[in-house]
């Protein structure tokens, strides 16, 4: 299927790693100019080689999407060096779970900083940009868990709430613009985070992930691939009457749609 993404410019935060480095290879391979930004220098050279390996144009920034200068710096170097930003993807982010009482003012910051305020400030940047183009693209990563939150899920539990709310309410500001805001809601998903869990614990990736997939209808975790195949059909031409909804991404184990 062709999905139109030949020439277009997509920004994805958090790029280096899991579901970013797979979603910024998915919109490499459909022909996208992708730009990544991430903390770390090493993984984002490495990524960005991957990305010319496809045999699209790649940028690479090192920055840190819960300060709002970094942002600034990438969305200004997107901009410098393509002219134009066609698809944002706000997907910087960890996992951050607590029992309520144990989260203290300096967790709930960071999380907000990072997953809410981060995307609010990559977005605010890039819309205006994608008013004068016409139109553009904009994905938010959240969680299936944010629908329907469980006791000791805080603070990711709100944040990616929030996430939702910010989808829903701009995919309706911004409709009469062409801007279509959507969001993937992940469940559980191969990641570096994992990886760097089950090594720090001395465990295989087969157990690890085998005992994270036993309430999973589907019996296993997910790949980011998976995850990135769905971003790349929410970006593009295929999806051009799909804006303002959530795709879980599962594996089928949240109990809302």
């Known amino acids: 299927?062709?999905?139109?993404?030949?020439?277009?410019?997509?920004?994805?935060?958090?790029?280096?790693?899991?579901?970013?480095?797979?979603?910024?290879?998915?919109?490499?391979?459909?022909?996208?100019?992708?730009?990544?930004?991430?903390?770390?220098?090493?993984?984002?050279?490495?990524?960005?080689?991957?990305?010319?390996?496809?045999?699209?144009?790649?940028?690479?920034?090192?920055?840190?999407?819960?300060?709002?200068?970094?942002?600034?710096?990438?969305?200004?170097?997107?901009?410098?060096?393509?002219?134009?930003?066609?698809?944002?993807?706000?997907?910087?982010?960890?996992?951050?779970?607590?029992?309520?009482?144990?989260?203290?003012?300096?967790?709930?910051?960071a999380d907000l900083e990072l997953k809410v305020f981060?995307?609010?400030?990559?977005?605010?940047?890039?819309?205006?940009?994608?008013?004068?183009?016409?139109?553009?693209?904009?994905?938010?990563?959240?969680?299936?868990?944010?629908?329907?939150?469980?006791?000791?899920?805080?603070?990711?539990?709100?944040?990616r709430a929030a996430g939702l709310a910010i989808t829903k309410a701009l995919s309706k500001e911004f409709a009469p613009d062409n801007i279509r805001v959507n969001t993937v809601c992940i469940g559980k998903i191969k990641s570096g985070q994992h990886e760097r869990r089950y090594t720090r614990e001395g465990r295989s990736a087969e157990a690890y992930y085998g005992e994270m997939s036993k309430d999973i209808p589907l019996g296993r975790v997910g790949e980011a691939e998976e995850v990135a195949n769905v971003i790349a059909f929410l970006v593009s031409d295929a999806a051009s009457y799909v804006t303002g909804t959530s795709v879980n991404l599962d594996g089928g184990i949240s109990g809302t749609l």
């Open 118 to 159: 981060g995307a609010i400030r990559c977005t605010r940047l890039a819309v205006p940009h994608m008013k004068k183009q016409g139109g553009g693209r904009i994905v938010n990563i959240t969680i299936s868990s944010a629908k329907q939150p469980g006791a000791g899920s805080m603070p990711t539990s709100v944040s």
């Open 1 to 109: 299927m062709e999905l139109g993404l030949k020439g277009k410019v997509a920004a994805v935060t958090g790029g280096t790693d899991g579901i970013g480095r797979a979603t910024a290879l998915r919109l490499a391979q459909e022909g996208a100019s992708v730009a990544i930004c991430a903390r770390r220098q090493e993984p984002l050279d490495r990524t960005a080689a991957e990305i010319r390996k496809a045999g699209a144009e790649a940028l690479a920034v090192s920055a840190d999407m819960s300060k709002a200068a970094d942002i600034e710096r990438f969305l200004k170097a997107v901009l410098d060096r393509f002219g134009r930003i066609d698809i944002l993807v706000n997907n910087a982010g960890t996992s951050q779970r607590g029992k309520f009482l144990e989260v203290d003012d300096r967790t709930w910051d």
